[in-house]
């Protein structure tokens, strides 16, 4: 925050068609291009801090931002077109499917920073994918390959972000107490949660926060994320010793990592069991029914060649495709007490590749956990 700005309490959004990139904005529905001055720089896409009253004028006058009061009327679109809505209002309903809720956190990284707009990414770039024109009761998508009419009726919101980017991410214990707590809230709700991060050290504060016993997490990663660390200082959690977190969490059964290619053994929790991938359908056949998941997925489980914009980037990874039927086969049959999508990060020009791939595999995830619900 720098002097004679106006505070964070006074809180402009980016339009939600506008990018931001180096000192331009760019509106991606018009095709609107204005040059901030050099000396202003936006901080990031949430509560914008701009220092000149005039420049505010004029950027409100051609719609690229837009006042805290005038985001807040705005509930329309949300991720893959579903209704996004207040937490207050989200609050007083029942009945609901699926909530989904941006965690734009990042201080656990340790490599490249950036996934704290990670959620933002895959909103934007999943309108695309899936249309809604109907208010609450979701009318669905047609699936091909099932040649039946997915999550049709389903209540489907997105809540919003649980803080701002620049929130969240300015101490750490704090940032990772309100996640614990909005896991809480959530989990005490109808429906399953979604969470889109953000780093993969989030899943530690929603699964602690989720009120069930005896939680299997089923973890889609190209790293085993463990260390040899003694998980008693919290500020010590980061997206490379989640699962070694999590394993110290009396309520987490088995840990089941999918996906791995690390080129070095880590130390290994005798909760975690690693699925050897190509004995994946075997392996699946064998997790105990009856049982809840967790169900994890840190984007760099996919191939490099298909999602560059991760932080630690392996080859030989799998393809969207792959991981749809990996998940087809997992939530058949199994209860799933949530989900999230971490480590996608965001470079604004070009993360609409991944933006996109990540919300279908979002889109579909949340027409197969139903199905394996109804
Ligand atoms: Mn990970």
Redesign the pocket.
Known sequence: MRNGGLSMSDKYYLNTNVIHFDNLLWNIETGQVFELPLEEKLTSNEGEIITDSELLNELIEKQLIIDQKARSEEIDRGILNFPSLSLQKFNELENIDVSIVGVPYDLGCVTLPGSRYGPETMRRNSLVIHWEEVNNAVSGFYDYSLEANRINGKLIFDIGNIGTPYELNIDKENSLNSIEFFSTFLSSKDGIPIFLGG??SI?YPIVKGLKHERINII?F???S?ESFEVCEDINELR??N??TYLSSLEKVNKIYQVGLRDLHRSYQSEKVEIVKENNIKNILSTFPKNEKYYI?I?V?VLDPSILPNTG?LLPVGWTDREIINVLRVLTKEMKIIGVDI??LLSDSIHDSKSGIIISNILLNLIAMVKGGMD
């Open positions: 780093d993969h899943t973890i990663d190209a790293h994320d997206h490379n989640v699962v994890s840190d760099d630690s971490v480590e």
